[in-house]
């Protein structure tokens, strides 16, 4: 329980209920015809022409985490203030029990169970979890994105029953990124390393269209390594955007750091 919990505080970082209006993501695309089927890059141009502008936002969020025998249930509050630092706290019966401030150079966190705390790079820490991750990574990942920059890749297109689904093959990792076809949002997007027997996955089943623009009603995150499955549901209770947050961050006095090596 203890490195689990600790786990699922950095992948965390890694239906809503306020009164915005859940968008519809789930038009087929079976029978379009075959003039008006998109390219690859229209898909990716017509997705990031969705709007997604905030300068803050704030997310409380409900949670559960599984690894095998081990589950815990969490509620958990989400800082983010664009391109700079993410903050995520972790509470058990409104209790702190573990706390992550993410920047785009290190990765901070500490978990209560077990007194420790860790502050680091990406490299030991993506190694540790079994995906590569970095803070563009994970702030995407929590809003709906592509972890990557669709701009700059190649990609092969091909066509399902629901999506139009964008797939890349590059130093032996294998990503997709699934579409919906009415507003050409992200349903699901997968890394996938063969030869290291790990793959990792982000499902988004519902949207919520706000001011500042659609995001994800929630998500669904497996990560699937040699030591097994881990799964994350996430549903965001609420999200609030543009106010002025803080991000207060300091380990308890007493804790033990620890260390990850690299491989």
Same mark, same amino acid.
């Given at each position: 329980?203890?490195?689990?919990?600790?786990?699922?505080?950095?992948?965390?970082?890694?239906?809503?209920?306020?009164?915005?209006?859940?968008?519809?993501?789930?038009?087929?695309?079976?029978?379009?015809?075959?003039?008006?089927?998109?390219?690859?890059?229209?898909?990716?141009?017509?997705?990031?022409?969705?709007?997604?502008?905030?300068?803050?936002?704030?997310?409380?969020?409900?949670?559960?985490?599984?690894?095998?025998?081990?589950?815990?249930?969490?509620?958990?509050?989400?800082?983010?203030?664009?391109?700079?630092?993410?903050?995520? !706290?972790?509470?058990?019966?409104?209790?702190?029990?573990?706390?992550?401030?993410?920047?785009?150079?290190?990765?901070?966190?500490?978990?209560?169970?077990?007194?420790?705390?860790?502050?680091?790079?990406?490299?030991?820490?993506?190694?540790?979890?079994?995906?590569?991750?970095?803070?563009?990574?994970?702030?995407?990942?929590?809003?709906?994105?592509?972890?990557?920059?669709?701009?700059?890749?190649?990609?092969?297109?091909?066509?399902?029953?629901?999506?139009?689904?964008?797939?890349?093959?590059?130093?032996?990792?294998?990503?997709?990124?699934?579409?919906?076809?009415?507003?050409?949002?992200?349903?699901?997007?997968?890394? !996938?390393?063969?030869?290291?027997?790990?793959?990792?996955?982000?499902?988004?089943?519902?949207?919520?269209?706000?001011?500042?623009?659609?995001?994800?009603?929630?998500?669904?995150?497996?990560?699937?390594?040699?030591?097994?499955?881990?799964?994350?549901?996430?549903?965001?209770?609420?999200?609030?955007?543009?106010?002025?947050?803080?991000?207060?961050?300091?380990?308890?006095?007493?804790?033990?750091?620890?260390?990850?090596?690299?491989?």
């Amino acid at each position: 329980m203890k490195k689990a919990l600790c786990v699922f505080a950095v992948i965390f970082l890694v239906s809503c209920k306020s009164k915005a209006v859940v968008v519809g993501t789930n038009t087929p695309i079976a029978g379009v015809q075959a003039d008006s089927i998109p390219t690859f890059k229209t898909v990716i141009q017509k997705h990031y022409n969705n709007k997604s502008d905030f300068s803050t936002l704030y997310i409380r969020a409900n949670a559960k985490y599984k690894h095998e025998d081990d589950s815990q249930s969490v509620s958990a509050e989400i800082k983010i203030k664009k391109d700079e630092k993410i903050l995520v !706290s972790i509470r058990v019966l409104g209790i702190t029990m573990a706390k992550a401030l993410i920047t785009p150079t290190e990765v901070k966190y500490y978990e209560k169970l077990g007194g420790n705390y860790f502050e680091g790079d990406y490299e030991a820490l993506s190694q540790w979890l079994g995906t590569d991750l970095d803070f563009d990574k994970i702030q995407n990942m929590l809003i709906g994105q592509p972890i990557d920059d669709l701009t700059k890749g190649n990609y092969s297109f091909t066509q399902t029953d629901k999506f139009y689904k964008l797939n890349s093959v590059e130093d032996k990792t294998e990503k997709s990124f699934s579409f919906e076809a009415e507003h050409f949002l992200l349903k699901k997007q997968e890394i !996938s390393q063969p030869e290291k027997e790990r793959s990792f996955e982000v499902n988004y089943p519902n949207f919520q269209d706000f001011t500042s623009g659609i995001f994800p009603a929630g998500l669904t995150i497996n990560a699937f390594q040699k030591k097994g499955k881990t799964t994350i549901l996430v549903d965001y209770n609420s999200m609030t955007f543009n106010e002025e947050l803080s991000f207060p961050y300091s380990v308890p006095d007493g804790y033990d750091r620890i260390f990850i090596k690299h491989d």
